[in-house]
């Protein structure tokens, strides 16, 4: 199985920047595709930045000049740097991989318990 668990969500004004960290562990067959979602009160989750298993990037309209996403594949951790934070940036940010555990099994969507982001002065 794969778990999960991210960091360095917290309270900022606007303006402000905030690092998160995910970092995985248990086995892993294979990686399709890893990121960041987000989830606003309200709000069906959406995707805020991803990596695909070509190697490709992708970012969220909204984000996509102020949010960076990295990997440090030898601490087993994703980052996402996020810059000038605006109070819509305000949400549940959750990482995760769509990955196969073991050899013969399905693809899945796997999820961190999230961490919260808030925005506001």
């Known amino acids: 199985q794969v778990q999960l668990v991210e960091s360095g969500g917290g309270l900022v004004q606007p303006g402000g920047s905030l690092r998160l960290s995910c970092t995985a562990s248990g086995s892993i067959f294979f990686i399709y595709a890893m990121g960041w979602y987000r989830q606003a009160p309200g709000k069906p989750r959406e995707v805020v930045a991803t990596?695909?298993?070509?190697?490709?990037?992708n970012y969220e309209n909204s984000v996509k000049d102020r949010f960076t996403l990295s990997r440090d594949n030898a601490m087993n951790t994703l980052y996402l740097q996020m810059s000038s934070l605006k109070p819509e940036d305000t949400a549940v940010y959750y990482c995760y991989c769509h990955a196969q555990t073991s050899m013969g099994r399905p693809a899945v969507n796997h999820w961190g318990p999230g961490t919260q982001v808030t925005v506001s002065s």
């Open positions: 990596f695909t298993s070509g190697g490709s990037t």
